[in-house]
């Protein structure tokens, strides 16, 4: 016989320990860059742009759409941090169990 009240604990655990973790996460920053360096960007873990840095060496007239490249290939690699940040952390909170590709946490 299934014992609904424990599962109905384990679930109430499960999900203070997902709210944790979504809390935390949004207080994480993770940086992308391009270039080698050169350019980088810093998104929490919500995906919002916090940072951006661009070496002056970059910066010319001429090169604007490389610029505009850089700055895609840069977020883009900050916020696959993010990605991979939340996964792991949504693991840890629920203790592996898999959500079914729910997109947590935000």
Same mark, same amino acid.
């Given at each position: +016989? @299934?014992? #609904?009240?424990? !599962?109905?604990?384990?679930?109430?655990?499960?999900?203070?320990? +997902?709210? =944790? /973790?979504?809390e935390?996460?949004? $207080?994480? =920053?993770?940086?992308?860059? &391009? &270039?080698? *360096?050169?350019?980088? #960007?810093? @998104? $929490?873990?919500?995906?919002? +742009?916090?940072?951006?840095? #661009?070496?002056?060496?970059?910066?010319?007239?001429?090169?604007? %759409? +490389? !610029? /505009?490249?850089?700055f895609?290939?840069?977020y883009?690699?900050?916020? $696959?941090?993010? %990605?991979? @940040? &939340? /996964? =792991?952390?949504?693991?840890?909170?629920?203790? *592996?169990?898999?959500?079914?590709?729910?997109?947590?946490?935000?």
């Open positions: +016989m @299934l014992n #609904i009240q424990g !599962l109905m604990k384990q679930a109430q655990v499960m999900q203070k320990r +997902m709210q =944790e /973790e979504q935390k996460l949004a $207080n994480t =920053e993770v940086t992308g860059s &391009a &270039a080698n *360096g050169l350019l980088s #960007i810093t @998104l $929490n873990g919500k995906s919002e +742009m916090k940072k951006i840095s #661009i070496d002056k060496t970059l910066v010319s007239a001429d090169d604007v %759409e +490389m !610029l /505009e490249d850089l895609l290939v840069a883009n690699d900050a916020h $696959n941090k993010v %990605e991979t @940040l &939340a /996964e =792991e952390s949504m693991k840890s909170a629920t203790g *592996g169990v898999n959500l079914g590709g729910l997109k947590l946490p935000f």
